[in-house]
């Protein structure tokens, strides 16, 4: 492995704080990585990271190590991408994340035709409900469905997405049916919620213009597929994106609930960080997935 390959490691297993997470990121065993920040180490004369069974952190020397090692790495992306844009043949990794549902049905599908069009490149796909760190984490391509309010990072916007409440029909037999927008007060509501989660309330469209309602239930969970399974369950109201419920609709299993007031629509869009160079494979998948994902809305 070759001294530019140590650096990319040792950036990696700092931005991940582990070892282990950071060699697996580069697809190398724990033991593997951990020989490459030593032979760095070696090669230095001086410790860069400080190891314990619980923690591993950066030495002060390790720390201003790290910001110099990691423009070094953007700079030789950049260059690699410049190189690409030359050869019309994009190559290398794509880091892409995006919600667990919206990548599980809209996103991973997408992969295997476009590495299929493109050989030389390899796609690395992480999903989850949880907000990431689109710098910390060296994502190229976050898929987003909300308000980006990073002001720092590019947003192209894809689509609206419609959303509805649903409820299943045992749910609402059991419980009532909502008529207006204060009988939300009275249900069981199943939130989305993880550590700083905005959704603490629903933003229903009415006649009047977008109207708050503050929203609550026994059950909130981090996993969205979770949600529109309880609802189905017949355990509450649901706030969920139309695309992921709409056969469940079609098919009776849920029921709208006020449809005459439905949540706001969340854009779905991507981000990806600023840079000089935009690299030409992350503006391919990016055009692919807004002409593959457009119709769908």
């Known amino acids: 492995m070759s001294y530019l390959e140590s650096l990319r490691v040792f950036v990696r297993v700092v931005e991940l704080g582990s070892i282990t997470a950071g060699g697996r990121d580069l697809r190398l065993s724990p033991a593997v990585a951990s020989n490459r920040i030593k032979d760095l180490e070696n090669r230095f004369g001086v410790r860069l990271l400080n190891r314990t069974t619980r923690k591993l952190t950066t030495t002060e020397i390790g720390r201003a190590f790290y910001d110099h090692a990691r423009r070094v790495i953007e700079t030789?992306?950049?260059?690699?991408?410049?190189?690409?844009?030359?050869?019309?043949?994009?190559?290398?990794v794509i880091r892409l994340t995006a919600p667990l549902g919206l990548g599980r049905r809209l996103i991973a599908p997408l992969?295997?035709?476009?590495?299929?069009?493109?050989?030389?490149?390899?796609?690395?796909?992480?999903?989850?409900?949880?907000?990431?760190?689109?710098?910390?984490?060296?994502?190229?391509?976050?898929?987003?469905?909300?308000?980006?309010?990073?002001?720092?990072?590019?947003w192209r916007k894809i689509a609206d997405c419609?959303?509805?409440?649903?409820?299943?029909?045992?749910?609402?037999?059991?419980?009532?049916?909502?008529?207006?927008?204060?009988?939300?007060?009275?249900?069981?509501?199943?939130?989305?919620?993880?550590?700083?989660?905005p959704e603490y309330y629903w933003t229903l469209r009415t006649t009047e213009g977008p109207r708050k309602m503050t929203v609550s239930g026994r059950y909130d969970t981090d996993d969205g597929d979770v949600l529109t399974g309880?609802?189905?369950?017949g355990h509450g109201i649901a706030n969920r994106p139309l695309y992921e419920v709409a056969q469940d609709?079609?098919?009776g299993r849920l029921e709208r609930v006020l449809p005459d007031v439905p949540p706001l629509p969340a854009q779905f869009g991507c981000l990806t960080p600023h840079r000089r160079l935009q690299d030409p494979?992350?503006?391919m998948f990016s055009d692919y997935a807004v002409r593959e994902l457009r119709p769908s809305f």
Not at 175 to 196: E, K
Not at 230 to 233: D, G, M, P
Request: with cysteine; proline share 8%.
């Open 111 to 154: 992969i295997p035709a476009f590495c299929a069009d493109n050989p030389g490149v390899e796609i690395r796909l992480r999903l989850s409900d949880r907000s990431v760190n689109i710098v910390e984490d060296a994502i190229d391509l976050a898929f987003f469905l909300g308000e980006p309010a990073d002001s720092t990072l590019k």
């Open 76 to 92: 030789l992306d950049e260059a690699e991408a410049l190189v690409s844009s030359f050869s019309g043949k994009p190559q290398g």
């Open 249 to 251: 609709l079609a098919e």
């Open 162 to 197: 419609p959303r509805v409440l649903v409820a299943s029909p045992g749910y609402l037999k059991a419980a009532g049916t909502p008529r207006t927008p204060d009988d939300l007060a009275d249900h069981n509501c199943l939130l989305l919620r993880y550590p700083r989660s």
């Open 230 to 233: 309880w609802a189905l369950e």
């Open 281 to 283: 494979k992350v503006k």
